[in-house]
């Protein structure tokens, strides 16, 4: 008599998985209020980055008004269903950059990253934070 070696493999609560992906979906299609929230996370993390600079980069305080505070002059925010615009329409921001560095420690021709606009670690994680909680809120702590 021959054996014969099986296994039955099946998913547990999938519909209501599936619902549940489909609800997160639908939330994240519009994530408006989330973003919005984002944008102050950013201002936050600009005031910050600016203590830290102790002065730099600040001659009329135009440029970190605009970073720091939502109604400034030339304050770039707007908030989408699908994610957010952040910045500054000053024009000489575009040109305060940290110089780049080659291996050897000369300074290339390269354009660096922002000296002003800046994301950091600490605003980054508080604003994935917010969108994750945004998308999961109908789920409570069972998500």
């Given at each position: 008599m021959?054996?014969?070696?099986?296994?039955?493999?099946s998913v547990h609560d999938a519909e209501k998985t599936s619902g549940n992906?489909?609800?997160?979906s639908r939330r994240l299609r519009n994530a408006k209020p989330a973003f919005s929230e984002v944008l102050d996370i950013l201002e936050e993390g600009e005031q910050r980055h600016f203590a830290r600079l102790h002065g730099k980069y600040v001659r009329t305080g135009a440029l970190m008004a605009s970073l720091t505070q939502p109604t400034a002059n030339a304050a770039i925010r707007e908030a989408h269903g699908d994610g957010l615009v952040f910045g500054t329409s000053t024009y000489y921001a575009?040109?305060?950059?940290?110089?780049?560095?080659?291996?050897?420690?000369?300074?290339?021709?390269?354009?660096?990253?922002?000296?002003?606009?800046v994301?950091?670690?600490?605003?980054?994680?508080?604003?994935?934070?917010?969108?994750?909680?945004?998308?999961l809120e109908p789920f409570g702590d069972d998500a």
């Open positions: 021959a054996r014969s070696v099986s296994f039955t493999i992906y489909d609800e997160v575009k040109f305060l950059t940290k110089e780049r560095r080659s291996t050897t420690g000369e300074v290339t021709k390269q354009k660096g990253k922002s000296a002003v606009l994301l950091q670690p600490k605003a980054k994680k508080a604003a994935s934070q917010v969108i994750l909680d945004f998308a």
